[in-house]
């Protein structure tokens, strides 16, 4: 069962311009949503992360935003650079149980062009 | 410090062989992880130790799969009488216990089973 879901495996978006990359979820016991930036022959690297205590965390040029209701978060890149272009993971989980461990979702393909 | 360092970067080997990778985590990071990412997906999490504790295995560690952290440094992933079902790429990742989901993944070791 896919309980993270990014139902965009890709996105194109021209440089300048906004890219808004979604997730959504179904483990009401989520409480903590990280997204994670991935370039060939690279691990991911950690780009934000938020509780389900916030509705939206900004760090510089991206801004993730959390509807707990509609169990759906989704990661705003502004302005987008050639830069940014890779690979695009949502992951959650829970404080309560498994500690530490992370559910990721498919991933989203982010190409920016110059 | 370099990061998390895995060994080999890839791996080819022929159905029925045994195989073992190792995983160097960041020397004061006393959480380790090893996930699997096939094509397509997102990295799925196979078990995590703190310290030499093994303290949780996914059920999608069969037990073909085996994982050790002796004395709480390095780790090693042993696949016995690999299939071709096996074969992905196998992402390691520390982190530290007061912030445990701050994760620094390893490259990968890619496995491909002939």
């Known amino acids: 069962d896919q309980q993270v879901k990014q139902n965009s495996p890709s996105l194109s978006v021209q440089e300048g311009r906004i890219s808004i990359l979604n997730c959504d979820y179904t483990?009401?016991?989520?409480?903590?949503f990280l997204w994670y930036k991935k370039y060939p022959a690279e691990g991911p690297t950690f780009l934000i992360s938020i509780s389900s205590i916030k509705d939206k965390n900004e760090d510089g040029r991206f801004t993730v935003f959390l509807n707990k209701s509609a169990k759906h978060l989704s990661l705003h890149i502004v302005p987008s650079q050639p830069g940014d272009s890779a690979v695009y993971f949502c992951a959650a989980s829970s404080f309560g149980t498994s500690y530490g461990k992370l559910t990721f979702g498919q991933g989203t393909i982010l190409t920016v062009h110059p | 410090d370099t990061g998390v360092s895995q060994d080999p970067r890839h791996k080819i080997t022929k159905r029925g062989q045994n195989v073992t990778f190792r995983c160097d985590p960041i020397?004061?990071?006393?959480?380790l992880y090893w996930y699997r990412q096939t094509l397509g997906q997102g990295p799925e999490f196979l078990t995590y130790f703190q310290n030499e504790a093994q303290l949780e295995k996914s059920r999608l560690l069969s037990d073909r799969f085996s994982a050790e952290r002796p004395k709480g440094s390095f780790s090693t992933l042993e696949i016995q009488r690999t299939e071709q079902g096996d074969s992905a790429m196998y992402l390691c990742a520390s982190s530290s216990q007061d912030r445990p989901y701050g994760y620094t993944f390893g490259s990968g070791t890619r496995l491909t089973v002939v």
């Open positions: 483990n009401s016991m989520f409480d903590y």
């Open positions: 020397s004061e990071h006393n959480r």
